[in-house]
């Protein structure tokens, strides 16, 4: 099963508007990172938040990580067309020369003019 | 620039015919790893590499083949592709540091199997 999973799957908004995607996770982590893809490309790294930090901004994206709850928030303010994309969360299992990066499904935003 | 380059974008090729899809990372990274992305599924990681000559399996490995002979590339090998292989494919790279993980990922390849 994904140690990611994010809520909602698809979010459609107007431009101006504030989309909020929530992540939850099942085992402890060091970080979690989120993660943007527009349709069929590449993923590209949005932010990534440590264990011991509880929010974190850079421009118009911000992270809240609740440790006790196993979630994660991304909030994305004045939402603009060309934020349209698929964002991911993701956690990464580590340790005794093993490593994974394991993403949730994804919530699908569209954000319409 | 700093950049993960996976090599081909778009592949359409046939069943059992052997293929290597390259990746190639110009930040000195240790860390490299494949990972697939199917509708539904998720992105799924199929192996990946500590450091040359060290590489390990993921969580869908049957069917691949990698080799990490140098740091800087981390092909993909499918020595008799089929059908059910046929989807988004991406390459990332990372340093090995602890607690952070940043990882890079590569445009991607879409394969198809006919």
């Known amino acids: 099963s994904q140690q990611g999973e994010e809520d909602p799957q698809a979010l459609s908004i107007q431009e101006g508007e504030n989309a909020t995607m929530n992540c939850s996770y099942k085992?402890?982590?060091?970080?979690l990172q989120w993660y943007r893809q527009n349709s069929g490309r590449g993923l590209v790294h949005l932010i990534l938040?440590?264990?011991?930090?509880r929010e974190k901004h850079s421009g118009r994206l911000r992270v809240t990580l609740d440790t006790s709850k196993k979630s994660s928030s991304l909030l994305i303010t004045a939402s603009r067309a060309a934020d349209t994309a698929s964002y991911f969360c993701a956690t990464v299992l580590s340790g005794g020369g093993y490593n994974k990066l394991i993403f949730g499904a994804g919530t699908r935003l569209a954000v319409h003019p | 620039e700093a950049q993960v380059t996976q090599n081909p974008r778009y592949l359409i090729t046939v069943t059992g015919k052997k293929l290597t899809v390259t990746c190639s990372q110009n930040m000195n990274h240790e860390y490299m790893s494949w990972y697939r992305q199917d509708p539904g599924l998720g992105l799924r990681q199929i192996y990946y590499s500590m450091n040359v000559e060290v590489t390990d399996k993921g969580d869908v490995p049957e069917g691949y083949k990698v080799s990490r002979k140098e740091k800087r590339n981390f092909p993909l090998i499918l020595e008799s592709p089929s059908p059910n292989q046929t989807s988004l494919y991406f390459c990332?790279?990372?340093?090995?540091?602890?607690?952070?993980?940043?990882?890079?990922f590569g445009s991607g390849t879409r394969l198809t199997v006919v």
């Open positions: 938040i440590r264990s011991n930090e």
């Open positions: 085992t402890s982590i060091n970080n």
């Open positions: 990332a790279s990372s340093l090995v540091m602890a607690g952070t993980w940043d990882y890079t």
